[in-house]
Structures are given as C-alpha cells and as structure tokens.
T-cell receptor, first 109, second 117 residues
Framework: EDQVTQSPEALRLQEGESSSLNCSYTVSGLRGLFWYRQDPGKGPEFLFTLYSAGEEKEKERLKATLTKKESFLHITAPKPEDSATYLC??????????FGQGTRLTINP | GAGVSQSPSNKVTEKGKDVELRCDPI?????LYWYRQSLGQGLEFLIYFQGNSAPDKSGLPSDRFSAERTGGSVSTLTIQRTQQEDSAVYLC???????????????FGSGTRLTVV
C-alpha cells in the first residue's frame, strides 16, 4: 500500500537556523512526489514536483531533494514568514494524491 | 477570479440535514478536485472531474456524498443526512493539467469548514 510519512510532526527554529524536513514514502513505481505549504485557515499552496531520484528543485529559501525512499525539504536561513505546515504527497493511480500528515514549522524571530 | 473560490467559508448544520458546498475553479482549468481535511487527519481525496470525462468518485466515503460539475466550471458537493463524522474542512482544487497537476500542481481554495452538531 502506498504510504507517506513525514517527520518531525513539529519543528521550532530560530530565524536564520537552517534545517530539513523529511518525507519517507513507499510506492510501487514513483510517478511524482509533491510538496505543498499550508498556512492556517488556507488551502495548501503548491511548491514542487519531483519525479526521479537525484532530482532537486529550489525556490527562494527552499530546496527539495528526492531519493528512492525519501524526500527532503531543506530550509536555508528561514524567516518567520516561512512558518507553515509543509505537506508532501504521492500520486496514486491517475489523479489521486496521497498526503502525509505534515510538518508544522515555526520560525521564531 | 484569480483563485479558486469556495462558499460558504463556514457552515454549521444540524445532524440529519443536507448541505451543499460550492466551488468556483480558476477559469480555464479543466481539472477539478475535492479533498477533505479532518482534525488530525491528512488530506483525503474525494472526487475528480476532468473535462467531459466521467468523474472519478472512488474517494466518496458513502452514498450520502455526491458531486456535480456544471458546464465544466462550477462544482457542488452535496452531503445528505449529515453525520457528526462529516465535520471537516472540505477543500476544492483546480489544475490547468489533469491528473497530479504535473509541474503546475493544484491551486486550492481556502475551504469550507463544516461543523455538524
């Protein structure tokens, strides 16, 4: 069964303190791994799609990487506005995304 | 509009009543999705519409749930005889490409928070 597990559940960092969020997955044939950001009271906001092991994508202070078993979301020198819940997801079938539980990130000024 | 619009933003209903949730996708987006987010749960797929194709209803939890999409645009999710376990945030998303959204991903609305009392 396709599964997505995110860790840690919650993470508190000081402004400027870099770290990484983990997304472990099991799937029979990876066809895409997705990262979304969700702010309180809002729907998720798309960040990245990764398709194959070794792929990396960057956006501002965020960089997503992918191996055959995990994906990491690296946050470099974060700012308070980076505080949010970060979600990863797999595609299952043709159009169903299976989401992890998310990592709630708090950046203290 | 510029984004996906959902209404109402909040809905409180009595157990046993029917509710209708509305979604206005981004103009030109052919793919439309409904997901549910319950407290402590991840996002759960409900239904997918793509153009004129038959919808993928495989995620609907019971026959009390139904959805339609009129004119390839606005969608309505209907829950009949609501139960307390239906309380959740119902999220609608649209995409310019179908399936997973590819490199464009989904654009989600802010959701409808449904509370069944």
């Amino acid at each position: 069964e396709d599964q997505v597990t995110q860790s840690p559940e919650a993470l508190r960092l000081q402004e400027g303190e870099s770290s990484s969020l983990n997304c472990s997955y099991t799937v029979s044939g990876l066809r895409g791994l997705f990262w979304y950001r969700q702010d309180p009271g809002k729907g998720p906001e798309f960040l990245f799609t990764l398709y194959s092991a070794g792929e990396e994508k960057e956006k501002e202070r965020l960089k997503a990487t992918l191996t055959k078993k995990e994906s990491f979301l690296h946050i470099t020198a974060p700012k308070p506005e980076d505080s949010a819940t970060y979600l990863c997801a797999l595609i299952q079938g043709a159009q169903k995304l299976v989401f992890g539980q998310g990592t709630r990130l708090t950046i203290n000024p | 509009g510029a984004g996906v619009s959902q209404s109402p933003s909040n809905k409180v209903t009595e157990k046993g009543k029917d509710v209708e949730l509305r979604c206005d996708p981004i103009s030109g987006h052919t793919a439309l999705y409904w997901y549910r987010q319950s407290l402590g749960q991840g996002l759960e797929f409900l239904i997918y519409f793509q153009g004129n194709s038959a919808p993928d209803k495989s995620g609907l939890p019971s026959d009390r749930f139904s959805a339609e999409r009129t004119g390839g645009s606005v969608s309505t999710l209907t829950i009949q005889r609501t139960q307390q376990e239906d309380s959740a945030v119902y999220l609608c998303a649209s995409s310019v490409v179908g399936g997973s959204g590819g490199d464009y991903g989904y654009t989600f609305g802010s959701g409808t928070r449904l509370t069944v009392v």
